[in-house]
């Protein structure tokens, strides 16, 4: 019912940038937190950056100011802006949505998640 398509991942040298973008589509009454995580194998996936509805911001403290969250909300969407990266910056990012759906008589909470995309950052 919540689609997450994620875009922008790639491969950068360290110290390059690289912009994702995740756009939450289908039948939605409200999105509330807008969040991306990464993951690796044999590590447990975690939060990178999160941005509530009124615009307020949390980041993981490996961030340390390189990396900028902001939405659309007008297009349920969500950035990520990811500068200095550095090696261990490397993993599948993922975007992840909460809100409230458009059930027509029912308004039931989601949370969902994007396929992700993979951030590699070469030494």
């Known amino acids: 019912q919540v689609q997450l398509v994620e875009s922008g991942g790639g491969l950068v040298q360290a110290g390059g940038s690289l912009s994702l973008s995740c756009a939450a589509s289908?039948?939605?009454?409200?999105?509330?937190?807008l969040g991306w995580y990464r993951e690796n194998p044999g590590t447990p996936r975690e939060l990178v950056a999160a941005?509530?509805?009124?615009?307020?911001?949390k980041y993981a403290d490996f961030v340390q100011g390189r990396f900028t969250i902001s939405r659309d909300s007008t297009k349920n969407t969500v950035f990520l802006q990811l500068n200095s990266l550095k090696p261990e910056d490397t993993g599948l990012y993922f975007c992840n949505a909460n809100g409230i759906l458009n059930g027509g008589s029912y308004f039931p909470n989601f949370s969902s998640w994007g396929r992700g995309t993979q951030v590699t950052v070469s030494s």
């Open positions: 289908g039948s939605l009454y409200r999105v509330n937190f």
């Open positions: 941005i509530g509805s009124g615009g307020e911001t």
